[in-house]
């Protein structure tokens, strides 16, 4: 099994920055893909942004140019950077993660952080 805790959600006004973090902890091979996804009430949840192990990203198109993802492999974490964040942004944020827990086999997973609330004031 594997764990994901985040950290870095609050409340901020429309402008400002703040920055998310997510943690893997458990039976941990490799990471293929690791970063965001996000569900603001009544809507489905939506990719934010993904890193693969190479460090190739995926942005929502809404987030280009204000977040950025990174991941630092050997603590097994991804970071999001948000900028200049909109009231649009409010949504509860999850970390995602696909996980191949043993080099055994090829096999790889899909874990969810429990989410963390960030909230932009007009």
């Known amino acids: 099994q594997v764990q994901l805790v985040e950290s870095g959600g609050g409340l901020v006004q429309a402008g400002g920055s703040l920055r998310l973090s997510c943690a893997a902890s458990?039976?941990?091979?490799?990471?293929?893909?690791m970063g965001w996804y996000r569900q603001a009430p009544g809507k489905q949840r939506e990719l934010v942004a993904i890193?693969?192990?190479?460090?190739?990203?995926n942005y929502a198109d809404s987030v280009k140019g204000r977040f950025t993802n990174s991941r630092d492999n050997a603590k097994n974490t991804v970071y999001l950077q948000m900028n200049t964040l909109k009231p649009e942004d409010t949504a509860v944020y999850y970390c995602?993660?696909?996980?191949?827990?043993?080099?055994?086999?090829?096999?790889?997973?899909?874990?969810w952080g429990q989410g963390t609330q960030v909230t932009v004031s007009s």
């Open positions: 890193t693969t192990s190479g460090g190739s990203t």
């Open positions: 458990g039976r941990i091979f490799s990471i293929n893909v």
């Open positions: 995602n993660a696909v996980v191949r827990e043993s080099p055994i086999t090829m096999r790889t997973s899909n874990y």
